[in-house]
């Protein structure tokens, strides 16, 4: 199946600023999935992210505060804008792999704390 | 929209038991996704359930899908610790988008 290189791992950042999201993966893909994993909760998509287009966001999801590029087959980011205490959350990537038997794989995901 | 449930979402066995966790979704879809995630950890991947009456099996873990009922199980035979974590169904909706479960919590007590 697909690997995928997340970075960073973790990061505490200041109330306002912003913090960009990497996601490099080994193969091709069509589509990558950006999730967001709030304390204790259940994974909810932000976007869908095709090569070539522009990102297409969930409800509650906006451009302006989750914009995303997709510049390749290979990688994506997410960046998290004019950030808040209540945006600390697990950010996580996603691809699908039909080469896989087990469908979507997730990057290890980036662990934010908003101070 | 597409709603997956599971119940329950605590849960707390004992060693060696038998237990199911449900998933029940609201829209037609025949691919169902489960995964496992343990505390601080990203989500590694048990099963995918293509189609109606498919049934997955891997160690003491079995999944089943009915896609009529629009239900599927992931059923634990005797239940050891190292199975503690957090499950999750997900399942994809007709855009290829995938919908995650709110998460069984399992805790295996000896």
């Not at chain 2, 009456?53 to 999944?63: F, H, I, S, T």
Request: glycine share 6%.
């Amino acid at each position: 199946s697909a690997v995928i290189s997340q970075k960073p791992s973790r990061d505490i950042c200041q109330r306002g600023t912003s913090l960009t999201i990497q996601c490099q993966v080994d193969s091709q893909v069509t589509m990558m999935f950006w999730y967001r994993q709030q304390p204790g909760q259940s994974l909810t998509l932000i976007a869908t992210a095709n090569q070539g287009s522009e990102a297409t966001y969930e409800s509650g999801f906006v451009i302006d505060k989750f914009p995303i590029s997709r510049p390749n087959l290979t990688f994506s980011t997410l960046t998290v804008s004019n950030m808040s205490p209540e945006d600390s959350s697990i950010y996580l990537c996603s691809v699908g792999d039909d080469r896989a038997p087990y469908g979507y794989t997730f990057g290890s995901g980036t662990r934010l704390t908003v101070v | 929209e597409l709603k997956v449930e599971q119940n329950p979402l605590f849960l707390s066995m004992q060693e060696g038991k038998n237990y199911t966790i449900y998933c029940n979704y609201s829209t037609t879809s025949d691919r169902l996704y489960w995964y496992r995630q343990d505390p601080g950890k990203s989500l590694e991947s048990l099963f995918v359930l293509l189609s109606n009456g498919a049934v997955k099996q891997e160690g003491r873990l079995m999944a089943s899908l009915d896609t009529k009922a629009r239900l599927s199980t992931l059923h634990i035979t005797a239940a050891v610790h190292d199975l503690s974590a957090t499950y999750f169904c997900a399942v994809e909706d007709p855009y290829d988008k995938v919908i995650f479960g709110p998460g069984t919590s399992l805790s295996v007590i000896p």
